[in-house]
């Protein structure tokens, strides 16, 4: 760690992982629900554990990709941080809010929770992962723009780099596609597009600009490549993720009640999406091949790698499985789009947040790298935890092939219900594979707490 | 820069082929539908881009021998051609929606308005970038030692010139 | 050098022409076809080795590009063939 200001992503970090286990937690809850469908009733409904699930994921990410905002402009800007002071500031903000945000999930009905929180001066409630109360949009909103304010005002003095602008790109842009959140109109095709605008648009758009710039800050770190051929990589992957995404969101018109001709355009442009993400995977492994030194920290090497080839599982392989127009038709809002979004969340955004707390923990905590043992339990929990996606999503899949032949091929459909019951042995899997990715999860915060002798530091 | 090039001429190739594998379900509706283009300005277009890259050619002659007045000179002659392309593909538009027809009047037309307005779109960012060559050429930031910049925006010229050659004929004369 | 530049325009403008008129004649549909596409591939051609310049570029790009050309006219060329019969 070069700079004092950087230490804020600490809590940051702590927080993200705190929240993942809580997603984790609910997401078991909910596959169970799945096969026992009286489970935890009347107290968790499925529909809460689901948004309970959701909202954690996607708030940990946010505190991931922030501390490893504040973590890397600094680095990157040779500065300190402008305001370290409004950074933890924010942190407390954004963790009060967070966490009262969910208890109210869990303690108060949705519908009364939206009476007390002026959804009827703006409704902006009841989309899927933009469920949030208006007052936590709104926080949400304040403790971005604190935070771009706090940001741009260090790249603006520091140093310019390609990482430290692509970071900041991206930071704006999920900042500002998160305000179509707020619109909310009552024609449905216009609701469709304004929730896909953020959901799309941040995952396979703007996200992807921050996930290339911790990749490219992490391989720099690692492998000790020369930063212009790091830097003309990242320029390459968001050019063609930009091309690709922009238009791509397409892909998610086909049915809504969009014009036809997003059959086409969504098709071919969103068939090129998995280019990025392949790059991505390339980028990874040419620059550990290339290496320069050996960094001590390997388990940070690892989980970057990890992200490379599960994110191009995830989102380029998944995503291109259903993202033509005539597979999309059958396709569409089955267990085949939980399967793909479990594993491209996972592989591109879960892990590429862990792969920077994995290389910056040891760091804010005086040393280079964390002790032999230590970095073995993170390697099993690495492995726990994508074995057990790799596992879920095949069941996933599975139970969506059989799903998709049973409601909507066979010559006799079966009713909806009657054909989850079909498939209630994937289900079963499924959740046996999630108590594994569970123990993963333990043993990756276990990993924290296990002494023994260090790498001193030397960056 | 060639490897946006060749990312390009993918996503145009993937169109030309959908377009010509979509038209052998309808050949009727197509030929039909096509007898409405006004196959002329589709072809002073076609001039217009060849003509201008190959004034972009005599551009990167110019520069190779330190001459960045007259570089600047044939820049500007490819982009009169580019500017007249876009007035050109414009009134032809203005046309087609004056009479009605939109994206979803049926396939062929979505082919039509989709592919002109995405190719369009390409020639407008092909002519800024070749103003900025033009304004740097013209502030002699090029030399025949370093003149780099604008063999990339000839490039990426050139394949915007590309693209038309396969689909005026594609689209304007095959039937 | 410049000659054969200036040359080339020619070619690419006289191809034009051709298309164009052959699409003007009354012939058959099936007639045009092949004569068309030949003149495209040509002006393809002179694009991308003579104004490219990637005659005598580094191997792997320009073969990438023609092969594009190719590969693309060639299944224009059996999709409207196809059409046909
Ligand atoms: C890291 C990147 C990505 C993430 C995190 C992600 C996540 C998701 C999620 C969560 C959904 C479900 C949304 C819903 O609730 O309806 C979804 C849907 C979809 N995704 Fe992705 N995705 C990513 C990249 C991609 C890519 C690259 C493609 C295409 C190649 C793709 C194609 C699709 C399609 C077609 C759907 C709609 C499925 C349906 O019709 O039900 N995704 N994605
Ligand atoms: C890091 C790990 C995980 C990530 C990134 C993740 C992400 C997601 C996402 C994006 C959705 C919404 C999917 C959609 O709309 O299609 C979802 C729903 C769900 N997740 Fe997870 N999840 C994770 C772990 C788990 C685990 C371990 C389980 C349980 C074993 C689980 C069970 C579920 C269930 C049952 C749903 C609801 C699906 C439905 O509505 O039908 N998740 N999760
Ligand atoms: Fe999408």
Redesign the interface.
Known sequence: MKYKSQAVAKPYFIAAIGLFLGQIVFGLIMGLQYVVGDFLFPAIPFNVARMVHTNLLIVWLLFGFMGAAYYLIPEESERELHSPKLALAMFWIFLVAGAATILSYLLVPYASLAKWTGNDLLATMGREFLEQPLPTKIGIVVVALAMLYNLSMTVLRGRKTAINLVMLVGLWGLAIFFLFSFYNPGNLVKDKYYWWWVVHLWVEGVWELIMGAMLAFVLIKVTGVDREVIEKWLYVIIAMALISGLIGTGHHYYWIGAPEYWQWWGSVFSALEPIPFFMMTVFAFNMVNRRRREHPNKAAVLWALGTGVMAFLGAGVWGFLHTLAPVNFYTHGSQITAAHGHMAFYGAYVMVVLTMISYTMPLMRGRAANGRVAQMVEMWSFWLMTVAMVFITLFLTAAGILQIWLQRVAAEPMSFMAAQEQVSLFYWMREVSGLIFLIGVLLYIGSFFIKGKSEAATT | M?FFI?AE??VF?VF??AY??A??RN?ELFNASQLELD?LSG?IN??LL??S??F???AV?QIRHGRSRSCTYWLLAAMTCGGAFLVLKLAEFGAKIEAGITMSTNTFFMFYLGLGFFHFMHVVLGMVILGAVTLKAWKGGYSAASYSGVETG??YW??V??VW??L???I???? | ??KA??F??LV??AM?AV??G??QATLS?NA??AP??L??LI??RI??D???ALQGAIAP?RW??LG??V???G??GY??H??QT
């Open positions: 060639w060749l001429l993918l190739g030309f082929l010509a594998f038209r052998t050949v196959q072809a076609t001039v060849i003509s890259s190959y972009v050619v005599r002659d000839a490039a050139h394949m010139d590309l050659i396969i005026f004929p594609l304007y004369v095959l039937h | 050098m410049m530049a200036t080339q325009w690419l403008l034009t298309a164009v052959l699409s549909d045009i076809l068309v596409l003149t495209t002006k393809g694009v991308i003579r104004f490219m790009w990438i590009v594009w050309l590969l693309v006219l299944l224009i999709a409207f196809m059409a």
